[in-house]
């Protein structure tokens, strides 16, 4: 007996040893990875721009996330700023032949795309040619490959056009079915967020701002695409209502695409037109690649900070996202920071805490009196995403920004029925009259829901403040235009909730020129974090579980269950924007 415990000790201590050794090389791989990425990268001559299927175009740094559930994710995130400069570069590098757009299922936002175009439609200016290629191409892919001066389709592919559409979940029912109350406290006939909890449907109002966006977007990006395909606007429609771009045949009858061919071909009829022999190599260079072959890493001089605030906007100290505690030091340092002579915030999101928002925008004042503060709009710049940006000297919108939703709201929810119905209950014993205004069994008493519904109030009037401040119109004015709703970047210009339309390095240009800055270095903040400060930065149980259901029920999945059990909705007074717009 005393053997057989041994050997399982023995057992015990070397499969203990052994997974030590694995987890010790698994970091010290992670930490190789991490540093390898300062190779130097030279452009051969004839080599064609490549924005292929690894391609991911980020806002900002702290989207790129590297955890151990994707660490075989070979996809490569490259800053929207960075991938735009390097297409201006491109243009008159004469090492750089042309542009190819190999990507399937583009992974960027409707704006950043946008950008990308727009960049794209300036290189062929040069003479330099622009090819597409697609197997199964999504609707964004197609969006950005359309601008293409030859699309090429294989034999057996299709493609997504579909148009846009969105479907809003609702959970009143839900609720009621299992028990659970909802104490809703909003300001603006037009603040959707709280819908799901409220209606089984889409409200009037709601409806006539989501109409309006979908169509705003749509109007603009199928005009795009009709104009790259010289299609009327009429026969684009009829396409994309026919969904004829998901035969291969009918996508060439009607336009969609200029010839089906395989792959290979492709390749062939490029090496053809740089007028390369059959034993030439075709030099592709990735956007990634050809961004670390110029990009400067040289700290000296006067710099233009980006400040790039992605996500939701929360209460703490956290890398991912915008967490106030990590902002406000951001901004101090850029204060701080003699070298930095200007200050663009780029700003993609749909808000979230208001006291957070209002923590950030009191900092981004403070800088704003030392130094330009420009801010520049991506996907998204609404409620609390909306509100700090009114710290800024100037503000650039992307036409297809999802702008504005000044509105707040409060969404407590109880258990009550549910625990009554499972023979729980509760008694309360307090020592002031309003101790207990809010449990999460008995829900808000009449005075705390009056209680709330002045604050929500108090925080809208707040919110409008700084807007007729920010943007020099009066109450009544950003009243009427507020009220919660979303207006697309174009409609934003035209009722005066922001400047000019515009990409980020235009705005990071307008701050080098309010800075009277004849050369200088554009520098991002927050600093990107290497692979393994990614994985283990946030390595706690509840971010694993996370991890691990999303991927699981997919991302789509996982947000609707985010809606049901977020933490976040009874804590505080919210400025949020529920929607999430993509040409998918």
Known sequence: MKSFFKNVLANIVAIVILCFVFFFFFIVMIALGSMGGEKSVSVKKNSVLTINLKTSIIDSPTEEQQNIFNIKDKNTDILIYDAVEAIHKAKDDDNIKGISIEADNLNAGTTQIDDLRNAIEDFKKSGKFVYAYGNAVSQASYYLGSVADQYYLNPSGGIELKGLATEVTFFKDFAEKYGIGIEVIRH??????????LRNDISPENKEQLSTLLNDIWGSTSAKMAAS?????????????????????????????????????????IKTKLKLGDKDK???????????????????????????ASGSINSGDEYNEIYSEKYIKYIRDLQEDKKVKAVVLRINSP????????????????????????????????????????????IYSEPNTLTGSIGVFGVLPYFKEIANKNGVRSDIVATNANSAY???????????????????????????????????KTFEQIDSVGGGRVWSGVRAK???????????????????????????????????????????????????????????????????LEQLTDKKLKSEVKMEMPYRIKIN
Do not use: C, W
Request: hydrophobic residues 35%; charged residues 25%; neutral net charge.
């Open 351 to 394: 808000g979230g805490s208001a006291n957070a928002s209002d923590e950030i925008l009191f900092e981004l004042q403070q800088l704003k009196k030392t130094k330009p503060l420009v801010v520049s709009f991506g996907d998204y710049a609404a409620s609390g995403g909306y509100y700090i940006a009114m710290g800024a000297d100037k």
């Open 494 to 560: 035209e009722i005066g909730l922001v400047d000019e339309l515009g990409t980020l390095n235009d705005a990071v240009k307008f701050a080098a020129q309010k800075a009277n800055l004849k050369s200088y270095n554009v520098a991002s903040y927050p600093k990107k974090m290497t692979a393994f400060e990614q994985i283990f930065s946030d390595m706690n149980e509840d971010d694993i579980s996370a991890r691990v259901i999303k991927n699981k029920i997919g991302k789509a999945n996982y947000e609707i």
């Open 188 to 197: 603006g006939k037009f603040k959707s967020a709280v819908e799901p909890f």
């Open 229 to 269: 395909r010289k299609m009327s606007a009429d026969d684009f429609k009829t396409v994309v209502d026919s969904l004829y771009g998901m035969i291969p045949d009918l996508s060439l009858q009607y336009k969609l695409a200029d010839k089906l061919i395989q792959k290979t071909e492709y390749d062939q009829m």
């Open 282 to 308: 075709l030099n592709k260079i990735s956007l990634q690649k050809y961004i670390d072959s110029f990009t400067d890493k040289d700290s000296s001089g006067d710099k233009v900070a980006v400040l790039y």
């Open 438 to 472: 809010y449990s999460s069994l008995h829900g808000l008493t009449p005075y705390g829901v009056n209680l709330m519904t002045r604050s929500v109030e108090g925080t809208y009037k707040r919110f409008v403040h700084f807007v007729t401040q920010n943007r020099k």
